[in-house]
């Protein structure tokens, strides 16, 4: 089955940081959904992409579909306290039923 | 707007005890309902995904059930909980795949300690 590689497990930065966070799949996939976990809460959607190479923004949030249409790409930019939590991709092929999640990025931010 | 309504937020059963979690979506119709449990600091498992009423797939053998009475209700049951059902239980709703732009939303999720 298709697998989704997500890095880092976990990172420890300072306020005002930029965050870098990615996942890579063994297969083609037709859509990438960037979440992010509150704890004790459900995964908020952060960023949809759809097409190999789009460039979406959110805020300070920023997400890249792999041209290879195998990996995705998160960036925050100047981390504040509340970026904390865990970060999820998901990869979907297209008119499939289910999604394939990453393992998630757990993320600590500093004062 | 679509909203999805997921219930308790926290439930302490013991071990041997009936479950009955319950799932509700507004604002939509024909949508795909799914039930994922994740535990404490791990990744997401999709439990069971539901494409229509009476359509239910399971994703892994386990000790629990899920049933769709309703278009826009899912529910996630068992007979006897064990211990290791213990977990946040999380509803997710997205529509049929006949959109291109397809999104994936989540409840707020059930907190179940078995004890």
């Known amino acids: 089955g298709q697998q989704l590689n997500q890095s880092p497990q976990s990172m420890f930065i300072q306020e005002g940081e930029d965050v870098s966070m990615n996942c890579t799949s063994s297969?083609?996939?037709?859509?990438w959904l960037w979440y992010k976990q509150d704890p004790g809460e459900g995964p908020v959607l952060l960023i949809a992409?759809?097409?190999?190479?789009e460039l979406t923004s959110n805020g300070r949030l920023t997400a890249q579909f792999g041209i290879t249409r195998k990996d995705s790409f998160l960036n925050i930019s100047a981390s504040i306290p509340s970026d904390v939590g865990i970060y999820f991709c998901?990869?979907?092929?297209?008119?499939?039923?289910?999604?394939?999640f990453g393992t998630g990025t757990r993320l600590q931010v500093t004062l | 707007s679509q909203t999805i309504h997921q219930w308790p937020a926290t439930l302490v059963q013991p071990v041997g005890s009936p479950l009955s979690l319950e799932c509700t979506v507004e604002?939509?119709?024909?949508?795909?309902l799914y039930w994922y449990r994740q535990a404490a600091g791990r990744g997401l498992q999709l439990l069971f995904y539901?494409?229509?009423?009476?359509?239910i797939s399971s994703e892994v053998p386990q000790n629990l059930s899920a049933s769709r009475p309703q278009d826009r209700q899912f529910i996630l049951s068992s007979k006897k909980l064990l211990l290791s059902d213990s977990g946040f239980y999380l509803c997710?709703?997205?529509?049929?795949?006949?959109?291109?732009?397809?999104?994936?939303?989540f409840g707020s999720g059930t907190q179940l300690s078995v004890l």
């Open positions: 992409l759809y097409k190999a190479g």
């Open positions: 997710a709703w997205k529509d049929a795949p006949i959109e291109i732009n397809e999104k994936l939303f």
């Open positions: 297969s083609i996939f037709n859509t």
């Open positions: 604002g939509t119709s024909n949508p795909n």
């Open positions: 539901s494409v229509g009423i009476g359509q």
């Open positions: 998901a990869g979907q092929l297209l008119a499939a039923s289910k999604l394939t």
